[in-house]
């Protein structure tokens, strides 16, 4: 396939660890390989280049949509991949659409309903094409009009794996001070804030022969510090030490009813390790009930709490990691990107354009103009 050149717009990247980070970190790691040329534009202040793409830092003191406008138009791509757009994400969509260059988005996050009609107009209005990470998204879009095919995150099996599971982290985390039998790790890992549902974890306060253990950081730490004081705060872990601790969980659980790509679930279920998560959002294309792991209903008081308490009083609950090692193998990074590039991004193997054969009179896949046959948000 022929090489292209390839603009990536994301509103973080590293040092940043987050969910966005680490789906587009796959992505331009793919396209490298591949012999693709990347351009990666995202907030500073940061690293300037990645596998040897060069990283466009926007300062946030200067403004950001000459500095967008700057970088697209020094490197030109053929075209701009635009990860759940923020403020760079609108102007990047903003002048990719001015210079003539196809545009992708791939919304990760949700979009509240509040901002539906700025996104509408900011957004889908600009973009040659919208994706989604999960049928959750898909319907949600939907119901604003927006046909928005579902792509979904792959996993990275060989770094995510039951093999690396440590048996003397498990005990230390499972040892009781009196008592012999050690309790079930039952773990939670991501970011503590309100909106993945992390209140909900203090659910699990009083329930016997667990013990929670808390991975991740955020502005909730404290909240859940003075509700669950016998649970265990990690905190922050690098990337290489956290494979490790996912691996030597019993159970992975995820309270956010909102969840879009799921990483936390798929990356437990590629350790091995079975879960529980909400009967909504993203998890509905994860969890598999009696497969890999359990669902809850959101909407109950109790739900949360008494699938953590049945999966954990499972003694056979291995064979639903097992199982989840399984499903797990059938979606990897790889297939994830090459999917993206072969199916979405507009061109087939041999370098020709898939969605179709003509430009308008600016050079640009028509795309552009059939924006404007998107109704009055195209404006």
């Not at 990536?8 to 587009?24: H, L, N, Q």
């Not at 309903?113 to 049928?135: F, G, N, S, Y």
């Not at 994830?336 to 061109?347: N, S, T």
């Not at 003509?358 to 195209?378: E, I, S």
């Amino acid at each position: 396939m022929e090489a292209r050149r390839i603009s990536v717009v994301t509103e973080s990247f590293y040092p940043a660890v987050d969910g966005t980070t680490r789906t587009v970190k796959q992505v331009v790691d793919r396209l490298v390989d591949t012999g693709h040329e990347v351009q990666i534009i995202a907030p500073g202040p940061g690293l300037s280049t990645y596998r040897s793409s060069r990283v466009a830092r926007i300062r946030p003191l200067d403004k950001p949509g000459r500095q967008v406008a700057a970088a697209l138009g020094s490197f030109a791509p053929d075209l701009v991949h635009v990860a759940s757009p923020g403020l760079l994400g609108r102007k990047a969509l903003k002048h990719a659409d001015l210079q003539g260059r196809r545009s992708i988005v791939v919304q990760q996050s949700p979009v509240p309903p509040i901002t539906a009609e700025h996104w509408l107009r900011k957004v889908h209005a600009r973009a040659d094409q919208v994706l989604v990470t999960c049928d959750w998204m898909r319907e949600r879009l939907g119901e604003l009009g927006v046909d928005a095919p579902v792509w979904s995150p792959g996993v990275d099996v060989a770094a995510w794996s039951p093999e690396l599971r440590d048996p003397r982290l498990h005990d230390a985390w499972a040892r009781r001070k009196v008592e012999a039998t050690p309790r079930v790790v039952v773990g939670y890992v991501g970011s503590l804030h309100k909106r993945h549902g992390v209140r909900r974890l203090a659910e699990l306060a009083a329930l016997p022969g667990i013990r929670l253990v808390i991975i991740g950081d955020g502005p909730q730490r404290h909240w859940l510090r003075d509700r669950l004081p016998s649970a265990k705060f990690v905190g922050a872990v690098e990337p290489g030490d956290l494979v490790t601790a996912m691996a030597s969980l019993d159970v992975l659980v995820h309270p956010g009813a909102e969840q879009t790509c799921g990483h936390a679930l798929r990356e437990a279920a590629a350790s091995g390790v079975p879960v529980v998560g909400p009967r909504a959002g993203g998890a509905l294309d994860v969890v598999r009930p009696l497969e890999n792991g359990l669902f809850f209903d959101p909407a109950s008081a109790s739900s949360f709490r008494e699938a953590v308490a049945r999966l954990a009083a499972d003694r056979h609950r291995s064979l639903l990691g097992a199982r989840g090692r399984e499903l797990a193998l059938t979606r990897s990074w790889t297939e994830a990107v090459d999917e993206l590039v072969d199916v979405h991004y507009g061109w087939s193997r041999d370098g020709r354009c898939t969605t179709s054969s003509t430009t308008d009179a600016r050079g640009r896949h028509p795309g552009g103009a059939a924006r404007a046959a998107k109704g009055p948000h195209a404006a």
